[in-house]
């Protein structure tokens, strides 16, 4: 599985969530719900700051909502092009001092 392509969507939706995430957040947990079709999703976001605090946001924009929700089906579309199954949940925690992103995927 060529993997720069996966990486790159993560890397852009990690850049448009920090973008409207808290002031002084260290790590966001964003968890995205998408129907098999692909036309619904639900998206959640949480956040721990480097003082200990810790919470939930919203968007700040119904715009960048739909740019990550586009970048979620193009990430999605590439796993199954490369002979995964669909996934339907994922959960991305951007680790925002070092940059780091993991992503945990759920098919069912």
């Known amino acids: ?20 995430s808290p002031v002084g957040v260290s790590k966001v947990i964003f968890r995205a719900k998408i129907n098999p079709e692909g036309d619904v999703a639900n998206f959640k976001y949480n956040y721990e700051c480097n003082d200990g605090s810790s919470g939930w946001f919203i968007s700040d924009s119904a715009l960048v909502e739909e740019e990550i929700f586009c970048l979620l089906k193009k990430h999605r579309a590439f796993f199954v092009s490369q002979g995964q199954n669909l996934w339907l949940e994922s959960m991305l925690s951007i680790d925002a001092n070092s940059g780091k992103i993991s992503m945990a995927l759920k098919y069912d």
């Open 1 to 20: 599985m060529n993997f720069s392509h996966d990486i790159e969507y993560l890397q852009e939706i990690a850049k448009k969530i920090l973008r409207f």
